[in-house]
C-alpha cells in the first residue's frame, strides 16, 4: 500500500463517512451470478503513523483518555459506535466503495487500559454479526509523550503519538473479480488511505477540541498539518 502525506479535505457529509464511485463500469445492476462472491480474498494493508497536539501535562491527558466512556462516542460522531463490553465499541464507519461496489462496515474495538502511559486498540468480534464479504484487522498504539515547550496558554504541552497496522480482506462479487487485479488493488489501496486519512483527521479534531474544553483551555484550529504517514511491510509496534 502506498501511503503519502497530501492534504484531505475534511468530512462534511453527516451521514457516510466517505463515499466513492468510480465511472470505469457501467450502471448496469448485476446478476446474482455476477454478485455471487468470489472465494479468494483480496487483502489491502497499510501501516499509518501520526499525532494530536494537547496543551497539559501526560497526566492530565491520562486522565481524559482512561475516561473513553465520556468522549468516544461523542467524539466519534457522525460514526456510529455502540458499548460492547467494559471497553469495547462496535464501530460503524460509514457507507464507502468503488465500482459500483459498496460496503458500510462495522468492526469492534477493544479499547486497552493504559500500560506506562501506552493505549492499544485492537479488533474484537461483535456480538451477533458477521461481517458481509470482508474482515477487518485493526492493530493500534497510542503513547503520550511529554514535552516542556512553552505555549500561549500552557506550559504544558503532550503529544498523542500513534500508529496503526490495518489490515482488511474483501471477498468481491465475481463482477469484481473480471476486472484487473492490478486495478482493483491500487483502487482498493487508494481508498483504504483515505478513509483512514479522513476519519484521524475527524476524530483528532474532535478530540481535541472536547479535551481543552474539559480542561478550559482555550483550543483554536491550526491550519492543517502533514502528518508523517509511512508503510511498513513487517511493523513491530504491535508484536
Same mark, same amino acid.
Given at each position: 500500500?502506498?501511503?503519502?502525506?497530501?492534504?484531505?479535505?475534511?468530512?462534511?457529509?453527516?451521514?457516510?463517512i466517505?463515499?466513492?464511485?468510480? &465511472?470505469?463500469?457501467?450502471?448496469?445492476v448485476p446478476?446474482?451470478?455476477?454478485?455471487?462472491?468470489?472465494?479468494?480474498?483480496?487483502?489491502?494493508?497499510?501501516?499509518?503513523?501520526?499525532?494530536?497536539d494537547?496543551?497539559?501535562?501526560?497526566?492530565?491527558?491520562?486522565?481524559?483518555?482512561?475516561?473513553?466512556?465520556?468522549?468516544?462516542?461523542?467524539c466519534?460522531?457522525?460514526?456510529?459506535?455502540?458499548?460492547l463490553?467494559?471497553?469495547g465499541?462496535? +464501530?460503524?464507519?460509514?457507507?464507502?466503495?468503488?465500482? &459500483?461496489?459498496?460496503?458500510? $462496515?462495522?468492526?469492534? +474495538?477493544?479499547?486497552?487500559?493504559?500500560?506506562? &502511559?501506552?493505549?492499544?486498540?485492537?479488533?474484537? $468480534?461483535?456480538? &451477533?454479526?458477521?461481517?458481509?464479504?470482508?474482515?477487518?484487522?485493526?492493530?493500534?498504539?497510542?503513547?503520550?509523550?511529554?514535552?516542556?515547550?512553552?505555549?500561549?496558554?500552557t506550559?504544558? +504541552?503532550?503529544?498523542?503519538?500513534?500508529?496503526?497496522?490495518?489490515?482488511?480482506?474483501?471477498?468481491? $462479487?465475481?463482477?469484481?473479480?473480471?476486472?484487473p487485479?492490478?486495478?482493483?488493488?491500487?483502487?482498493?489501496?487508494?481508498l483504504?488511505?483515505?478513509?483512514?486519512r479522513?476519519?484521524?483527521?475527524?476524530?483528532?479534531?474532535?478530540?481535541?477540541?472536547?479535551f481543552?474544553?474539559?480542561?478550559?483551555?482555550?483550543?483554536a484550529?491550526?491550519?492543517?498539518?502533514k502528518?508523517?504517514?509511512?508503510?511498513?511491510?513487517n511493523?513491530?509496534?504491535?508484536?
Amino acid at each position: 500500500m502506498q501511503a503519502n502525506s497530501a492534504d484531505h479535505q475534511p468530512i462534511e457529509n453527516s451521514n457516510p463517512i466517505l463515499s466513492v464511485t468510480s &465511472g470505469l463500469v457501467d450502471d448496469n445492476v448485476p446478476t446474482m451470478e455476477e454478485s455471487a462472491y468470489h472465494a479468494e480474498p483480496t487483502c489491502f494493508h497499510g501501516y499509518y503513523k501520526g499525532c494530536m497536539d494537547m496543551y497539559a501535562d501526560a497526566e492530565t491527558v491520562a486522565k481524559y483518555l482512561d475516561v473513553h466512556h465520556g468522549w468516544f462516542r461523542r467524539c466519534a460522531h457522525p460514526m456510529k459506535a455502540e458499548p460492547l463490553g467494559e471497553n469495547g465499541y462496535a +464501530l460503524t464507519i460509514g457507507r464507502f466503495g468503488s465500482f &459500483g461496489y459498496e460496503v458500510e $462496515p462495522k468492526v469492534g +474495538l477493544d479499547l486497552l487500559p493504559q500500560d506506562q &502511559g501506552v493505549y492499544r486498540i485492537k479488533t474484537i $468480534p461483535v456480538p &451477533g454479526y458477521e461481517a458481509p464479504g470482508y474482515d477487518v484487522d485493526f492493530q493500534a498504539a497510542l503513547e503520550l509523550v511529554e514535552s516542556n515547550a512553552e505555549t500561549a496558554t500552557t506550559a504544558k +504541552l503532550t503529544q498523542v503519538v500513534w500508529e496503526l497496522n490495518l489490515e482488511v480482506a474483501v471477498q468481491f $462479487p465475481r463482477f469484481i473479480q473480471a476486472l484487473p487485479k492490478s486495478l482493483v488493488q491500487t483502487t482498493g489501496d487508494r481508498l483504504l488511505n483515505q478513509i483512514v486519512r479522513q476519519v484521524s483527521r475527524c476524530l483528532t479534531h474532535k478530540v481535541q477540541e472536547d479535551f481543552h474544553s474539559s480542561i478550559n483551555v482555550p483550543f483554536a484550529k491550526k491550519p492543517r498539518r502533514k502528518y508523517p504517514w509511512s508503510r511498513s511491510q513487517n511493523p513491530s509496534a504491535h508484536n
